[in-house]
């Protein structure tokens, strides 16, 4: 479609927009502050030519004087991938900076991806090494054990030939199994982008490798399994898992590209090695982000760090203790059936979320679990429910041995699960392009939870008749609806003036009525060149009052119908690298952040130098500053992606998508989205944003409401701006 030069306008939170079905990866935080001084010296290394490298089938333990090693260390770095890859690379860098030594060994398997990070010669297979001691952060000089060719890293057998293999050349007392990649919570995830069909490791098949590793070495279990990636920390991961180890490590959020502070907590087990699984677990979460290489050093001020930690949590849990928390959220899980449905909705709703895997269209369905059974307790004074959140809240905190989150994660309290709304959840059990169905990849968490059930009774009425030992699917022939769903209606909008000269302002006001979870304003640029609306604003209405529970803001709108007014300036928001400025759609991520900031997004696709464009996110704190990137590639098309957040470089570009309607000769509208023009770079300045005037011409300006469902209503009125 023809369009002027700048796009005036941008995607809605309104409209349902595709891209953000490919939603979630997990990588580096954007990092603004590196500049040249982190790209001279970590992301141009000195080339070394490619070495042929002979395959040693075996190498003996290392040298103790005391019998076994207290530990060995096994790295799964799955980074056959283009945007992780050079991240991983480095923490294999930093593992050695501490090395291996008579009381801990550390072994690592490692596949590179071809065509992304070139350097330290741009090798592409499969190696394993065994770390040793340097303090070069440009090049991986430990001994290579065994050179594999190209592997598959999301084929199960890959994962289980390697650790059986470091476990059998290097025993010790206690074994540690880190992977590190991509990760999505039930959805599985160290997966390989070379591989000649896209694959990924599976949570049921994580589990069977666990087993089969187990029968292969004798060992009875790992001291502690953990998960460099994101996403990981949720009850149906613990749940297939806790047989397999004593202590599990991982995130609820997404984790930065630069991964886990391996030097740091590595170091601490050099000079302690006699701890067990708690301490390990200590350290590895005390040391995250705050002691990474990547961050100190200079490179990042105190201040650029605390950003970095604010959006992150990690959390260690006892895995003996997982089949209390599973059994207490059993009893709550069935006390929550005698509550009227629309409030466990409405507590889903407003319960600390995570990263959406599955898009903007629908509500982020991996929420804190304990947070939940917190909010469920302020709508309902009834003393079984009472009772038995307190219980579930009790066992989780028995569990999570040890947790930090960043100050905008607040009511992260370690184990994180998932609940859909009706829409999503139709789409991950009823939709045959999404394979494996959510009872079929939880399948070992439902076997012993009532969830799947209680999932079953709330969205198709089906009686809640809870089986042990089976996952159970929901009837095919069961009609989904959505408890949180109302009928809603914005009335007309009243604007004091709809002709608006210079720097007027005016007041839009409005009359809402149903059972309301958000409110946003909207505003709407009429193109006439395309004859089309684009989307230019939208903002979320805050509310008169704020609730705030175990530190999460939600509005509260008080009782419908609910009356909307604000003052309106001319203004949109225009991106700006420095050199090029533009306006971008700003949509809200966040409705208060713990600081009571609302958190804003631009879509739009990042480009790595040398590399090609992925679908990610830019966010901004309200005053434009830079916080965070993520990318969320979908490497199998199934409409959940594998989030990845991004850490800028020199050189990396970003353009925005614009979104607009068009509407047929029956007035009917179709969304449509495409990238515009322009084309940011990073460079010394980052990206921000600022307020600017709009361009003349007609714009609607609205006031969308959405329900405890996420379905929405809209109402718009039409002005004329004179600059």
């Known amino acids: 479609m023809g369009k002027t030069n700048s796009k005036w306008i941008l995607p809605s939170i309104s409209a349902v927009i595709a891209l953000c079905v490919a939603c979630a990866c997990c990588s580096g935080v954007g990092l603004y502050f590196y500049g040249d001084q982190l790209v001279a010296s970590f992301n141009t290394p000195t080339e070394i030519p490619p070495v042929d490298v002979p395959v040693i089938q075996t190498q003996p333990p290392v040298n103790t004087t005391n019998g076994l090693p207290e530990w060995t260390v096994i790295v799964y770095s799955a980074a056959d991938d283009e945007v992780l890859e050079e991240s991983m690379w480095f923490d294999v860098n930093e593992m050695e900076m501490v090395g291996s030594n008579p009381q801990m060994n550390i072994v690592v398997q490692m596949d590179r991806y071809a065509g992304a990070f070139a350097g330290d010669g741009d090798w592409t297979d499969t190696r394993r090494f065994l770390i040793t001691q340097d303090n070069d952060l440009e090049h991986i000089t430990s001994p290579v054990v065994q050179s594999l060719g190209e592997v598959d890293t999301g084929n199960p057998q890959t994962l289980i030939d390697f650790v059986t293999w470091a476990i059998q050349n290097y025993p010790a007392k206690k074994y540690a199994l880190v992977m590190s990649d991509h990760g999505g919570g039930w959805t599985g995830g160290f997966s390989d982008m070379s591989a000649p069909s896209y694959s990924e490791l599976s949570i049921p098949e994580i589990a069977s490798s666990m087993e089969q590793i187990r029968q292969n070495t004798g060992i009875d279990k790992f001291e502690l399994l953990g998960f460099d990636a994101c996403l990981m920390a949720q009850i149906e991961v613990f749940a297939s898992l806790y047989p397999y180890s004593n202590y599990m490590v991982a995130s609820e959020e997404v984790i930065p590209g630069y991964g886990w502070s391996y030097a740091a907590w590595l170091g601490q087990l050099a000079q302690n090695p006699t701890v067990d699984g708690n301490g390990m677990s200590q350290s590895i979460i005390s040391t995250y982000v705050v002691n990474d290489v990547y961050l100190t050093g200079g490179r990042a001020s105190s201040d650029e760090i605390a950003q970095e930690e604010s959006t992150t949590t990690l959390s260690a849990i006892q895995s003996a203790r997982v089949p209390e928390v599973i059994g207490t959220m059993n009893q709550f899980v069935s006390s929550i059936t005698e509550l009227d449905q629309s409030l466990v909705a409405e507590a889903r709703t407003y319960t600390r979320s995570y990263f959406s895997l599955f898009g903007e269209e629908v509500s982020p369905s991996f929420i804190d679990l304990g947070n939940f059974s917190e909010v469920v307790t302020t ?234 464009p992925v679908e990610a996110s830019l966010y901004f704190d309200a005053d434009g500053n830079f916080l965070y990137a993520y990318a969320f590639p979908d490497g199998d098309d199934n409409g959940a992606s594998t989030p990845v957040e991004i850490t800028p470089q020199i050189g990396d570009t970003f353009t925005d998508y614009v979104q607009f309607y068009t509407f047929d000769a029956d007035n009917n509208a179709t969304f449509s989205y495409e990238l515009s023009d322009d084309v940011f770079t990073w460079g010394e300045q980052g990206f921000s944003f600022y307020s600017s005037y709009p361009v003349d011409g007609q714009y609607a300006v609205g006031i969308i409401a959405y329900d405890f469902d996420n379905n929405q209503v809209a109402n718009f009125e039409f002005i004329n701006y004179t600059r």
Do not use: C
């Open 379 to 612: 709508l309902t004074d009834d003393a079984a429910i009472q009772q038995a959140a307190i219980q579930l809240q009790t066992a989780i905190s028995s569990a999570v041995v040890a947790e930090k989150h960043g100050i905008n994660m607040s009511g992260s309290n370690g184990i994180a699960f998932h609940f859909p709304d009706s829409d999503l959840f139709y789409y991950t059990e009823y939709n045959a392009d999404f394979p494996p169905y959510y009872a079929e990849s939880s399948s070992m968490f439902l076997e012993q939870s009532y969830w799947d059930e209680f999932l079953a009774y709330h969205y198709t009425g089906e009686a809640f008749a809870p089986q042990e030992g089976v996952a159970m699917a929901p009837s095919r022939t069961a009609e989904v609806t959505g408890p949180g769903a109302s009928q809603m209606t914005v009335g007309p909008i009243q604007i004091s003036d709809t002709e608006i000269n210079g720097d007027e302002t005016v007041t839009v006001s409005t009359t809402v009525e149903g059972n309301v979870a958000y409110i946003h304003t909207a505003l709407y640029f009429w193109d006439p060149a395309s004859e089309s609306y684009w989307i230019g604003d939208v903002s979320y209405y805050i509310a008169p009052e704020t609730i705030t529970i175990d530190g999460v803001n939600v509005p509260n709108y008080g009782s419908s119908p609910i009356q909307v007014q604000y003052d309106w300036s001319p203004s949109l928001y225009s991106l700006t690298d420095g050199e090029h400025d533009a306006f971008v759609l700003l949509e809200p991520a966040e409705y208060l952040s713990a600081d009571g900031e609302t958190v804003y997004q631009v879509y739009g696709q990042y480009t790595y130098v040398n590399s090609t």
